[in-house]
């Protein structure tokens, strides 16, 4: 079962006036003007893993040491995606109280994560961080500082940029300046690097884009989404340490093809607009459980109080 945390909605019991969305929350949000009315001063971190043991507990750490440092409160939701391996036990091993940890069974990939980590932040601004080491935390200053000086309402990282730093293979490389080149024709804003990981965003904005897409094409809708919304995006050079198939690299080249319809669908769908009053659908929940055809749970031991390391891995 999932538990609520403090001061927090206990996602089972969230009521909804859609009766084809099961397990709907329907908040309703005032978008007027600027998206935020002050300074935004809570940042979400949303970690999707699955089968991470090698890295997790090192991801966090880094995460939690360059929270220290940052000019707003940070709040971490990771979701353990149906592990088989030690992912689990790490996240369960993690006392600090920013950390909130969730597991869904079964695996609803990597859509279904980021979809329910969404669903589940309280933060005026969110990023999405992948558990293992591609991507470097150290980063969030560069990310954060257009939009906390009002100069941007969402950011992403770009690992293509002039001062961009990191490896990755030929085959990934071509296939990200192939997308680039398919997002400027169909949305015409250039954007280096369209399905980077790194993408900084207003967190109502975020859940208002309702999402449904539930494995590696998430990318490509919460960029389509957000360009076809009409919310200019900018880009910022980062570090990126691409790792290969052997250290657990996922997404192939496959995938590219789901990837393309997903740009193609959400350009010529309907265009969808960022309203006064929006939904929020997290992921839908049966009677008894907390996501599509499974449950989600909460490892033992993330509620421990106190300050605390992840795990180590």
């Known amino acids: 079962m999932l538990e609520p945390t403090d001061g927090r909605e206990d996602p089972r019991g969230l009521k909804g006036d859609d009766p ?19 300074r935004p001063s809570k940042l979400s971190v949303v ?3 699955f089968n991470e043991e090698a890295t997790v507990g090192k991801i966090l750490r880094r995460c939690l040491d360059v929270a220290a440092d940052l000019p707003v409160d940070v709040e971490f939701v990771v979701v353990d995606n149906g592990s088989s391996d030690s992912t689990t036990v790490i996240l369960a091993e ?38 293992d080491l591609e991507y470097d935390p150290a980063d969030w200053p560069r990310m954060l500082e257009p939009v906390l000086s009002g100069k941007a309402q969402a950011v992403w990282g770009s690992r293509f940029m002039e001062n961009a730093d990191g490896t990755m293979r030929a085959s990934h490389r071509f296939g990200n300046r192939l997308f680039a080149m398919v997002v400027r024709l169909l949305y015409g804003q250039a954007l280096s690097d369209p399905l980077v990981c790194y993408k900084l965003m207003n967190r109502r904005v975020a859940q208002g884009l309702l999402l449904t897409e539930s494995n590696f094409r998430i990318d490509a809708e919460i960029t389509g989404k957000l360009l076809r919304s009409g919310v200019p995006i900018v880009e910022v050079p980062i570090r990126f340490h691409g790792r290969s198939f052997e250290e657990g690299k996922k997404i192939r080249v496959r995938h590219g093809f789901g ?6 669908k959400t350009r010529f769908a309907r265009r969808p607009r ?6 929020v659908v997290p992921l839908s929940v049966s009677g008894n459980g907390a996501s599509p055809n499974g449950h989600a749970t909460r490892p033992a031991g993330t509620e421990a ?3 605390g390391s992840p795990g180590s891995s």
């Open 259 to 264: 990837i393309l319809w997903v740009f193609l």
């Open 47 to 49: 970690i999707p893993a």
């Open 20 to 38: 084809g969305v099961s397990g709907t929350r329907v908040e309703l949000v005032s978008l007027s003007g600027s998206l935020d009315p002050g």
């Open 94 to 131: 993690c006392d600090d109280p920013r950390v909130q940890a969730f597991r869904l069974e079964p695996n609803q990939g990597k859509g279904g994560a980021v979809r329910y980590g969404i669903s589940q932040s309280t933060g005026d601004l969110l990023i999405i961080q992948d558990a």
């Open 305 to 307: 109080s106190g300050a």
């Open 274 to 279: 960022i309203p006064t009053q929006f939904r």
